[in-house]
């Protein structure tokens, strides 16, 4: 059985995926956030388990679902928007893997992209922005100096985005990828240090992103298969 990690979208319910709400509409159990709108929480099966986390820390959170995932559950845990933006899903994923138990990620159309498209903001546009700047104001106390930098488009010209992120004084060691066709069947995805990315990276197709900074590494601990591959960026 499966725990499920699963973007609910910005708040409307319409914006759940298809995918999403198919796995609402069958699971045991839901654990859903605050911010998960009330129709989507209605729409799990009448005998299903519905577990709020409001009143839950983070690590009760992941304790609760390794048991109902150890219980053999079909578990699906609704994170507003995406679950990897702001959405503690890595921690959660971490914590099942752990513990020996699936975990699969649906994503969610996250607030990033969709709250400025709603309210008629354009995050990018020609001659006015090329880039995009997200950061969190909550304050947690700890202090993290680490940045991800996401560029789109760069599969064609990686050399030189590689080039001129070197330049703007990222570090030529940091774990890189580029993900080509994600989502899809035939996603591919290629991990290196910055600056043998171009390299390692030479045979793929777009469409693609290419992704910098330190959660790269994160996906060995994330996705099981590759629990073995943790000597892929040393060096
Ligand atoms: C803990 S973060 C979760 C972000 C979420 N994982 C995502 O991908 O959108 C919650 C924050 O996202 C932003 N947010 C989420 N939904 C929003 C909405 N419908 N309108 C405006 N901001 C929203 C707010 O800044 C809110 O405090």
Redesign the pocket.
């Known amino acids: 059985m499966t725990v499920w990690l699963v973007?609910a979208g910005?708040?409307d319910p319409g914006l759940i995926t298809a995918k999403g709400l198919e796995l609402v509409r069958s699971c045991d159990a839901l654990v859903y956030d605050r911010?998960v709108s009330r129709e989507l929480v209605d729409e799990a099966p009448e005998d299903a388990l519905r577990i709020a986390r409001e009143e839950l820390s983070q690590n009760e959170i992941d304790d609760l679902l390794v048991t109902l995932g150890r219980e053999g559950l079909e578990v699906v845990r609704l994170?507003?928007?995406?679950?990897?933006?702001?959405?503690?899903?890595g921690e959660e994923a971490i914590a099942l893997v752990k513990a020996g138990i699936d975990v699969q990620v649906v994503p969610?159309?996250?607030?990033?992209a969709?709250?400025p498209a709603?309210a008629g903001i354009p995050l990018t546009h020609r001659g006015v922005a090329d880039r995009v700047r997200i950061f969190?104001g909550?304050g947690s106390g700890e202090h993290v100096e680490g940045e991800t930098i996401v560029v789109f488009m760069g599969l064609q010209n990686l050399p030189r985005v590689v080039e001129s992120l070197l330049a703007d004084g990222v570090a030529p060691g940091t774990p890189a990828a580029v993900v080509s066709r994600g989502t899809l069947p035939e996603q591919e995805v290629v991990v290196a240090r910055l600056h043998e990315l171009p390299q390692a990276a030479a045979e793929l197709d777009g469409p693609a992103l290419v992704i910098v900074g330190e959660v790269v590494a994160m996906r060995e601990r994330i996705v099981p298969a590759l629990r073995n591959q943790l000597g892929l960026l040393a060096g």
Do not use: E, Q
């Open positions: 973007g910005p708040g911010l994170k507003g928007g995406d679950p990897f933006v702001f959405g503690r899903g969610g159309v996250s607030s990033i969709a709250v709603a969190t909550h």
